[in-house]
């Protein structure tokens, strides 16, 4: 499984932006698709997961705000991003889970930088 995410950029608080992220290869192992990201000094946390069945969920802090979405014909996974705070600013990467005999395989998209200014 490969993923390519895309989207990033330099916004004003307040704002929008709109990541994406394509699935290419085995896709039909993906049993679910999310966005975690990592602000420099910080560790890289998980903020929106969609399960292939199921509902989104998603971090606290962002609930609310942003919304994650799929699309089966594209095979791609979008985050949307409103009203955008400073404390967003981080690098964005996609993700991919895979479950199987108990345990997890990961597959990691490249990350995209999202940048808030105030």
């Known amino acids: 499984v490969q993923l390519q995410a895309s989207g990033g950029g330099l916004v004003q608080a307040g704002g929008s932006l709109r990541l994406s992220c394509a699935a290419s290869?085995?896709?039909?192992?993906?049993?679910?698709m999310g966005w975690y990201r990592q602000a420099p000094g910080k560790q890289r946390d998980l903020i929106a997961y969609?399960?292939?069945?199921?509902?989104?969920n998603y971090t606290e802090s962002v609930k609310g705000r942003f919304t994650i979405s799929g699309d089966n014909a594209k095979n791609t996974v979008y985050l949307q991003m409103n009203s955008l705070k400073p404390e967003d600013t981080a690098v964005y990467y996609c993700?991919?889970?895979?479950?199987?005999?108990?345990?997890?395989?990961?597959?990691w998209g490249q990350g995209t930088q999202v940048t808030v200014s105030s």
């Open positions: 993700y991919a889970a895979r479950f199987i005999y108990g345990k997890v395989d990961e597959y």
């Open positions: 290869g085995r896709i039909s192992v993906i049993n679910g």
């Open positions: 969609l399960p292939r069945a199921g509902t989104p």
